[in-house]
């Protein structure tokens, strides 16, 4: 098995350059390939997989993926499995990603898929059907659901991260979930946070109807939004984190 070394933020601006020209010499499909082809024990299976139905307006954000899972796979190398990409299952779940990754605008799905194809990859992670229904999942939402879910998964760094002024727990404030999760995503209104979590609930990832996040608890502190991911919901969050 070969090595792969970390990239200096030179080292990938040159490999863009090359593959941008490849792709303006010979076709946005090899250049993809080429992108890929560069991690050593992967980059054959995935030369194997990807054809020239990329299109024009996705070949930056491919080539930019492909570059940060080389990057991410210097670190993961002891824990990733390198014949995974070449069983049948291994190859579905790249070519939904890629599917997923020429379509996709918004920077919380492709993180998103990043570190699903990454956690995919894993050793540890052996179960197949299991990583078919979370892909379907992670194709099915929006960046907006992906936001929720994230913040459900760690309320207090979710807010410190994103240098929210979240009021202190004491003195208690009576309040209800919907005014915290308000809070934490103003971008967000009543309306759309409701429909939001109706598909999340929908789905198993968080217990509760919509209707439940009005009751009125006995604080506005971020502790209300504790225990709120199920069991099925914190094994989807924990793949679209970055392993």
């Known amino acids: 098995m070969g090595t792969i070394s970390p990239w200096s933020p030179e080292d990938r601006e040159r490999r863009k350059r090359e593959i941008t020209e490849i792709s303006n010499r010979d076709g946005i499909g090899i250049a993809i390939r080429t992108a890929f082809g560069g ?15 990329i299109p024009n307006s996705s070949f930056e954000r491919l080539v930019d993926f492909s570059l940060d899972i080389g990057e991410a796979m ?14 049948e299952g291994g190859a579905f779940v790249l070519r939904s990603i890629l599917d997923g990754v020429a379509t996709t605008y918004q920077k919380e799905k492709l993180e998103a898929f990043r570190a699903f194809f990454l956690n995919s990859m894993l050793s540890e992670n052996t179960n197949q059907e ?8 992670v194709n ?17 760094r979710f807010v410190a991260d994103r240098g929210i002024a979240y009021p202190a727990p004491y003195p ?15 971008e967000l209104d009543e309306a759309i946070i409701s429909v939001l979590w109706g598909d999340i609930s929908s789905l198993g990832l968080v217990t509760g109807e919509p209707n439940s996040l009005r009751g009125l608890g006995s604080s506005t502190a971020l502790d209300q939004l504790f225990n709120r991911l199920t069991p099925f919901g914190r094994d989807f969050v924990k793949f679209i984190k970055m392993p």
């Open 39 to 53: 991690l050593p024990y992967i980059g054959s299976a995935i030369t194997e997989l990807v054809n020239v139905w």
């Open 74 to 87: 210097a670190t993961l190398q002891p824990r990733i499995n390198p014949e995974y990409l070449r069983t």
């Open 130 to 137: 299991k990583k078919e229904i979370l892909l379907r999942i």
């Open 140 to 156: 099915d939402l929006t960046y907006s659901h992906i936001k929720v879910l994230k913040l459900l998964d760690s309320p207090a």
């Open 172 to 186: 208690p404030i009576p309040g209800s979930a919907m005014q915290i999760l308000g809070t934490c995503l103003p």
